[in-house]
């Protein structure tokens, strides 16, 4: 289930709520006798694999200029 952010319209409080996406029902604040609308908030990204982190191994550059310059082709960098 998605985690949706509602924040109030009276008093401002902001609380998050586990949702179902087809889910309609109104939210009511718990703090006051506001209404709750849905606000856009950050979503989480997981990056899988190589290459997103400092710490990744980096390409061995004078490896891809050798194989290159042997097929034929020309190594810009």
Do not use: N, Q, W
């Amino acid at each position: 289930m998605p985690l949706y952010e509602f924040e109030c319209v009276k008093c401002g409080c902001v609380e998050e709520y586990l949702l179902p996406h087809h889910d309609s029902k109104k939210v009511s604040c718990p703090s006051c006798p506001g209404r709750m609308k849905r606000v856009m908030s950050s979503s989480s990204a997981h990056f899988k694999g190589t290459g997103f982190y400092a710490t990744d191994k980096k390409r061995d550059e004078p490896k891809i200029k050798r194989a290159m310059e042997k097929a034929g082709y020309e190594y810009d960098g």
